[in-house]
């Protein structure tokens, strides 16, 4: 399976622990992004790489979140000091951000994983 | 990015086409109409996108209106298995932009046999 993969697929741990995900984008992508999805609503953009670079992070990235893209490759997303609040579907996407020509359009499709569900207890 | 407007939820018989609306009345001349679905605990799914021209690919056809405030998005003979959330998003797709997906709440649709 050459698709995004992530790690794990679920996760319960008790309010206040530390935890940690890792996300394995299409090996090609250059750019890979992590989204939030709490039940019944869409996903909500995190952050987001291009390479190693963390290029933006939303608002709703507290400090205790923090997100990592070493090299260029697999990134990890930690939370500490989990909440309840923090309860959610944490997915990862990838995409290839490719040089635009003056005669190629440019394509951004992103790739999701099948996400790390977090349940706070 | 621009904000779209997409009706809750949809249902269709299996077989029939689904066609599903999206509204995105402030949409810029460089956005893209992007689609995506969600099966029930998945991840989203691309599935289509375009600027203005309809596009058709394996998996559905996109219908862009020619003052590109709305679009539908059309799955010409739905299965049980289409039954997901459709979400409707729009942004640029250079890429000296983010690319970041600003996502709703889509349309949940229920193939019914």
């Known amino acids: 399976d050459t698709g995004v993969s992530q790690d794990p697929r679920h996760k319960i741990t008790k309010r206040g622990q530390n935890v940690t995900f890792r996300c394995d984008p299409i090996?090609?992508?250059?750019?890979l992004y992590w989204y939030r999805q709490t039940l019944g609503q869409g996903p909500e953009f995190l952050t987001y790489?291009?390479?190693?670079?963390?290029?933006?992070k939303s608002r709703l990235l507290s400090d205790r979140f923090s997100a990592e893209r070493p090299k260029g490759s697999f990134s990890t997303l930690e939370i500490q000091r989990t909440e309840q609040g923090d309860s959610a579907m944490y997915l990862c996407?990838?995409?290839?951000?490719?040089?635009?020509?003056?005669?190629?359009?440019?394509?951004?499709?992103?790739?999701f994983g099948p996400g790390t569900r977090l349940t706070v207890l | 990015d621009a904000k779209t407007t997409q009706p809750p939820s949809m249902d269709c018989a299996e077989g029939r086409a689904a066609n599903l609306p999206c509204n995105h009345s402030?949409?810029?001349?460089?956005?893209?109409v992007y689609w995506y679905r969600q099966i029930h605990s998945q991840g989203p799914q691309y599935i289509i996108h375009?600027?203005?021209n309809n596009e058709t690919n394996e998996m559905a056809s996109l219908i862009i209106t020619e003052d590109r405030k709305s679009s539908t998005l059309i799955l010409p003979h739905a299965t049980l298995r289409d039954t997901a959330v459709y979400y409707c998003i729009v942004r640029v797709a250079k890429n000296t932009n983010a690319g970041k997906s600003t996502f709703g709440d889509g349309t949940t649709l229920t193939v019914k046999p």
């Open positions: 996407a990838s995409s290839l951000a490719m040089l635009a020509t003056s005669d190629r359009r440019v394509y951004n499709e992103q790739f």
């Open positions: 375009g600027l203005k």
């Open positions: 090996s090609e992508h250059n750019r």
């Open positions: 790489f291009q390479n190693e670079a963390q290029l933006e």
């Open positions: 402030t949409i810029s001349g460089n956005e893209y």
